[in-house]
C-alpha cells in the first residue's frame, strides 16, 4: 500500500477536440497548442491501458478515486469506446468507491448512450451558463452559432430518463458577471438542476479575466455573494458546491474540490495517447504548463510511479500559495489562494495571490457576515468584520 | 490581514434557524435547509474515526 498522496480524481481525455467553440475555453483558446497533437480520440490500447492502470493503482491506494470522462466533449469517443471503456472500468470498479461522470456540454447526449450510462452507473454533468441570452455569450459552435436549444434537448433526454435520479448528477456553470445571477439562478434552479457550481473565467495578472476591470475590483465576487444570497434564501435549495465549500470552510470543515481550503487534492489528467499531466486548467498559464518533464504515458508508467515523484509532489504543492501576501492573509484557511493558473504572471510565476484576490475576500467575507448574522459567531473560523454587513 | 484567525470550535451549535439572517431569508420555522446539511457534514468530518470521502462529491468538476 502506497504512502504519500493518493489519487483523488483522474480525468480521462477520451477525445481532444469539442464540436463546440466556447469563448472561455482553457484547452483550445488559451496559450496552449499541445491538443493540436493529440488524437482525436482515445485508441482501443490506449483505453485498455488506461483501466489497467486504474485497477492497479486502486489496489495500491486505500482510498477510493473518482474517474471523470472529460475533453474536449468526451461523447466524441462514440457509442462503442464509450460502451467498451465504461463496461470495464464499472466491472472493475464499485459505485461506493470509485464514481465514474462525465461532464459534456450535452449537444451529443441520446437516449442510447443515456440507457449505457445508466447501466453502467455513470453519472453526468452538463456545462450550462444560465437561459438562452446568458449561454450565448460564451458558448457558441464553430460557426458562432448558439448551442443552447441543443444543450437544452440533452438536459431535457437527461430529465425524462427513468433513471434520472442517479444520472442528472448537476449543472456546471462559467460565470457571466454582466449576466443578473438571480436569473441564472432561477433558470438552473427551473432547469431541475439537482446540484450547481459555478467556475471563474480563466485569467491571471497577465491578461485580466473577461468583465474584471481591475485586479481591486470584485465583479466575481459580488457575483457569487449574490448567489449565496439566493441560496440562503431559497426554501428548496439545491447543493451548491462553491458555496457549499465557503460555507463549510468558515465553519472548519473541509472543502470538496480545488479551488478553495488548504487541502492538497490528487489530480492527474490522461490525454487521449495515453501521456499523464498535471491538472489541465495550468494550461491557461503557459504553452505546456500542465506537462510533467518526463513524458509518462500509461502504456510505460504506473500512476503510482507517478505519484510517488518528487514533480508531482511539487505539483501538488501548488495548492499552497507560494505569495507571502497569500501566506500572511488571514483568510487563506478559507481561500487557500485560489487555483493556481489564476495566480500566473510572467514576471513572478505563481508567486502572487489570485487574480481574483478581491473577489475572494469579497465572498467570504460575505459568507461570513452572513453566517454570523445566522447565529454562527461561536462556530466561525474567522471574525466577522464590522465594515462588512450582510 | 485586519484580524486574526482563530481555532474553529470543536463544537457546532444546533443548526440556527436564519432569524435576523438578512431581509431576503424567509423565516423557514425549522432547521435551516442548507446550513442543517453542511453543518451536519462538518460534524461528521471532525469525528475522530470519520473517514470522510470527498471522491463522492466531485462529479462537477472541469468545462
Ligand atoms: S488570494 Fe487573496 S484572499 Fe486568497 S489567500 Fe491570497 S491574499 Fe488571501
New binding site residues.
Partial sequence: MDAGIQLDTVLLKTASRCNIDCSYCYVYRGPDTAWRKQPKRMRPEVLAAVCDRLVEQADRQRAGFAIVLHGGEPLLLGFDGLASMLRKLRSRFSLERHPIGIQTNGTLLTRELLDLFAETRTSVSVSIDGPREVNDIGRLDHRGASTHAATMRGIDLLDSHDEREFLFAGTLSVIQPAADPAIVYRFLKDLGSPSMDFLFQDGNHDRLPPGKARFESTEYGQWLSRVLDLYLADPSPVPIRVCDDTIKLCLGGESQKEGRGNKPYGILVIETDGEIRKNDTLRASFDGADRFGNPWNVTTTSLSTVLASPEFIAYAGMHS?E?Q??RA?E??AI????MPLYRWSTERGYDN??VY?HD??AMIRHAVSRLDAMGLRDALVVRPSPDHAP | MDQPTKQPSSRLPEVAAPEGSGAETPDFGVAHPVLSRLMEEVRNEKRVDAAYDRVHHRHNRGR
Fill in positions: 500559495p505569495s501576501v497569500c492573509c483568510l487563506l481561500c487557500g489562494g485560489g495571490p489570485s484576490c475572494h475576500k
